[in-house]
C-alpha cells in the first residue's frame, strides 16, 4: 500500500509537463566555485612527492605540526579532568549561544587580560578551533565581489590563502626577513597594499619561522596599518609559547588605533589540537569594528557555534592548568631546539635558523650544493629514500630552498633524525 502511494507521487512529480529523462542520460552535479577553489597547498605539494622510505630504517617524520602524534607531550591533568567533569555532569550537551557561553568567553577574557589589557566578554567569539577563527575573520573583513585581498606573509602557514581563495577574496605576500629574525619586511608590506587591501594578517609567533616579534616590531607594523587605515587579523595560536629569554607581546597591548581581530585557541600551547576550540578577541580601542562585531555574531551562526563539551570545560582548562605545565612545555620545546639546531649545524649545506618559540624550526638548504637533487623537493624524497626522514619542503610555505623540522617529536627521535640528515648531507654535498 504504501509502496503504491510512493510511485503515484513520485509519477505525480513528472505529470506535470516536465519531460521525464531518459535512463541513459548522465548525472551533471558540479561542485561549487567555493569548493573548486578550497585547495590544502601542503597536500598538494605531499601528495605529488615520491614518498618511499629506506626499509632498513623506521620513518622519522619530522613534518606534522601536531604535537600529540608521538604521545609524549600528555596533557595537563588538569585539562584533562574538566572535560570528563563536564561530560558527567552533563550539563554541556544542548546548544550554546552560536557566539559561545558567556561563563567561556568571560574565562578566555579574563585569560587573555594581562600586560596592561582588558578583554572583555562581549569581545570574545567562540570557534571551532583557530582556523574557524580565521575563517570568520577574513569572511567577516574581505569581500570578493568587491575584488578585495587579504595581505599575508611569506613565508607563512597556508591556511589564510585557503580561507580567502575559497571565498574569492585574493591573497597578496609580503616578505619576512631571514637576515632580520624573520620580520616583516614593512616597505615590502606597504607596497603591497592597494585600494582592495582588507586586511593585513599577521602570525606571531610565526609558524613555520619559530620567531617572535618585539614590542617595537609589532608598534612599526601597527603605526603602517594605521597610518594606510587597514584593519588587522593577528593570529596569535602560538601565545606565549615563547623561550626563556624573549617575552610574547600581543597585539593588543599596544594599544594602537588600530582595530584587530585576535585569533587564537586551545589547540598548541595545551596540546589538544582535536579539541577544535579557538576564539577571536576583537580589539578595538576605536570603535572601528562595530559591524564587524554584528557580522561576527551573524557568521558564527552559519555552523551555531563550537562544540560544547569544550566549551564547558573552558573556564577551568584556562583557570586550572597550572603555570608549571606551560614552563615543563617550553623548556622541552626549546631543549629539542637546541638539539636540533646544533645537530644540523654539522650537517654541510645546512644553516639551521635558531627559533624563539613556537613548534618549528626553519633550515634554509644550499641547493647549488647538491647538484644530484633539481629542487627542494627532490630534496626531501631522496632524504626520505635514503635516510626514511621526513621533513616538509619550504615549498609548503612560499619559501623554496628551505625545510620546516618539527620540534615536538621525542628526543631521541630528534636526535636521531638529525644525524641521519647529517650523514645524508655530508654524503651528497659537493
Ligand atoms: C596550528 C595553527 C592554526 C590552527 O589551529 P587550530 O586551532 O587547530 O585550528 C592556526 N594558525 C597557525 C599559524 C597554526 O600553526
Same mark, same amino acid.
Given at each position: 500500500?504504501?509502496?503504491?502511494?510512493?510511485?503515484?507521487?513520485?509519477?505525480?512529480?513528472?505529470?506535470?509537463?516536465?519531460?521525464?529523462?531518459?535512463?541513459?542520460?548522465?548525472?551533471?552535479?558540479?561542485?561549487?566555485?567555493?569548493?573548486?577553489?578550497?585547495?590544502n597547498f601542503i597536500r598538494e605539494i605531499v601528495d605529488n612527492l615520491d614518498l618511499e622510505p629506506n626499509p632498513?630504517?623506521?620513518?622519522?617524520?619530522?613534518?606534522?605540526?601536531?604535537?600529540?602524534?608521538?604521545?609524549?607531550?600528555?596533557?595537563?591533568?588538569?585539562?584533562?579532568?574538566?572535560?570528563?567533569?563536564?561530560?558527567?555532569?552533563?550539563?554541556?550537551?544542548?546548544?550554546?549561544?552560536?557566539?559561545?557561553?558567556?561563563?567561556?568567553?568571560?574565562?578566555?577574557?579574563?585569560?587573555?587580560?594581562?600586560?596592561?589589557?582588558?578583554?572583555?566578554?562581549?569581545?570574545?567569539?567562540?570557534?571551532?578551533?583557530?582556523?574557524? =577563527? &580565521?575563517?570568520?575573520?577574513?569572511?567577516? %573583513?574581505? @569581500?570578493?565581489?568587491?575584488?578585495?585581498?587579504? !595581505?599575508? $606573509?611569506?613565508?607563512?602557514?597556508?591556511?589564510?590563502?585557503?580561507?580567502?581563495?575559497?571565498?574569492?577574496?585574493?591573497?597578496?605576500?609580503?616578505?619576512?626577513?631571514?637576515?632580520?629574525?624573520?620580520?616583516?619586511?614593512?616597505?615590502?608590506?606597504?607596497?603591497?597594499?592597494?585600494?582592495?587591501?582588507?586586511?593585513?594578517?599577521?602570525?606571531?609567533?610565526?609558524?613555520?619561522?619559530?620567531?617572535?616579534?618585539?614590542?617595537?616590531?609589532?608598534?612599526?607594523?601597527?603605526?603602517?596599518?594605521?597610518?594606510?587605515?587597514?584593519?588587522?587579523?593577528?593570529?596569535?595560536?602560538?601565545?606565549?609559547?615563547?623561550?626563556?629569554?624573549?617575552?610574547?607581546?600581543?597585539?593588543? =597591548? &599596544?594599544?594602537?588605533?588600530?582595530?584587530? %581581530?585576535? @585569533?587564537?585557541?586551545?589547540?598548541?600551547?595545551? !596540546?589538544? $589540537?582535536?579539541?577544535?576550540?579557538?576564539?577571536?578577541?576583537?580589539?578595538?580601542?576605536?570603535?572601528?569594528?562595530?559591524?564587524?562585531?554584528?557580522?561576527?555574531?551573524?557568521?558564527?551562526?552559519?555552523?551555531?557555534?563550537?562544540?560544547?563539551?569544550?566549551?564547558?570545560?573552558?573556564?577551568?582548562?584556562?583557570?586550572?592548568?597550572?603555570?608549571?605545565?606551560?614552563?615543563?612545555?617550553?623548556?622541552?620545546?626549546?631543549?629539542?631546539?637546541?638539539?636540533?639546531?646544533?645537530?644540523?649545524?654539522?650537517?654541510?649545506?645546512?644553516?639551521?635558523?635558531?627559533?624563539?618559540?613556537?613548534?618549528?624550526?626553519?633550515?634554509?638548504?644550499?641547493?647549488?650544493?647538491?647538484?644530484?637533487?633539481?629542487?627542494?623537493?627532490?630534496?626531501?624524497?631522496?632524504?626520505?629514500?635514503?635516510?626514511?626522514?621526513? !621533513?616538509? $619542503?619550504?615549498?609548503?610555505?612560499?619559501?623554496?630552498?628551505?625545510?620546516?623540522?618539527?620540534?615536538?617529536?621525542?628526543e631521541n627521535l630528534l636526535k636521531e633524525a638529525c644525524s641521519r640528515i647529517c650523514e645524508f648531507c655530508n654524503?651528497?654535498?659537493?
Amino acid at each position: 500500500m504504501l509502496e503504491h502511494q510512493i510511485k503515484n507521487i513520485e509519477l505525480s512529480l513528472f505529470a506535470n509537463g516536465t519531460e521525464r529523462k531518459g535512463e541513459e542520460e548522465a548525472w551533471k552535479v558540479q561542485p561549487s566555485d567555493s569548493a573548486k577553489n578550497c585547495r590544502n597547498f601542503i597536500r598538494e605539494i605531499v601528495d605529488n612527492l615520491d614518498l618511499e622510505p629506506n626499509p632498513e630504517k623506521p620513518v622519522i617524520a619530522l613534518s606534522i605540526g601536531d604535537p600529540t602524534v608521538y604521545g609524549n607531550l600528555p596533557q595537563a591533568d588538569e585539562t584533562i579532568k574538566a572535560v570528563v567533569k563536564i561530560l558527567e555532569e552533563g550539563s554541556c550537551n544542548g546548544y550554546a549561544p552560536s557566539v559561545g557561553y558567556e561563563d567561556s568567553r568571560r574565562a578566555v577574557a579574563e585569560y587573555l587580560s594581562h600586560d596592561g589589557v582588558e578583554v572583555d566578554k562581549k569581545d570574545v567569539v567562540l570557534c571551532s578551533g583557530c582556523s574557524s =577563527s &580565521l575563517e570568520l575573520c577574513i569572511t567577516a %573583513l574581505a @569581500c570578493a565581489n568587491k575584488k578585495q585581498n587579504i !595581505l599575508i $606573509p611569506r613565508p607563512g602557514f597556508p591556511i589564510y590563502r585557503t580561507l580567502a581563495e575559497s571565498i574569492g577574496v585574493a591573497v597578496k605576500y609580503y616578505n619576512l626577513l631571514p637576515e632580520k629574525d624573520w620580520e616583516v619586511d614593512l616597505y615590502h608590506l606597504e607596497s603591497q597594499i592597494d585600494q582592495y587591501t582588507a586586511a593585513i594578517v599577521l602570525n606571531n609567533p610565526s609558524n613555520p619561522c619559530g620567531s617572535v616579534f618585539s614590542r617595537k616590531h609589532l608598534s612599526d607594523i601597527l603605526e603602517l596599518a594605521y597610518r594606510r587605515r587597514i584593519p588587522v587579523i593577528a593570529d596569535e595560536i602560538y601565545e606565549q609559547l615563547v623561550f626563556p629569554g624573549k617575552k610574547f607581546a600581543s597585539t593588543a =597591548s &599596544l594599544h594602537s588605533q588600530v582595530p584587530i %581581530l585576535i @585569533c587564537g585557541g586551545l589547540a598548541k600551547r595545551f !596540546l589538544v $589540537p582535536g579539541w577544535r576550540l579557538g576564539w577571536i578577541v576583537v580589539h578595538d580601542e576605536i570603535n572601528a569594528f562595530q559591524n564587524i562585531r554584528k557580522a561576527l555574531v551573524s557568521l558564527s551562526q552559519r555552523t551555531i557555534g563550537s562544540n560544547t563539551l569544550i566549551q564547558g570545560a573552558l573556564p577551568a582548562i584556562l583557570r586550572n592548568t597550572p603555570q608549571s605545565f606551560h614552563d615543563d612545555l617550553i623548556n622541552t620545546l626549546r631543549k629539542h631546539a637546541e638539539i636540533a639546531f646544533e645537530g644540523l649545524k654539522q650537517a654541510k649545506g645546512m644553516s639551521p635558523y635558531m627559533p624563539e618559540g613556537t613548534m618549528y624550526m626553519v633550515v634554509e638548504v644550499q641547493m647549488n650544493r647538491f647538484p644530484k637533487f633539481t629542487n627542494g623537493l627532490d630534496f626531501v624524497q631522496k632524504l626520505m629514500e635514503e635516510e626514511s626522514v621526513f !621533513l616538509l $619542503p619550504g615549498d609548503c610555505f612560499q619559501i623554496p630552498g628551505f625545510m620546516r623540522i618539527v620540534l615536538t617529536v621525542p628526543e631521541n627521535l630528534l636526535k636521531e633524525a638529525c644525524s641521519r640528515i647529517c650523514e645524508f648531507c655530508n654524503r651528497n654535498y659537493v
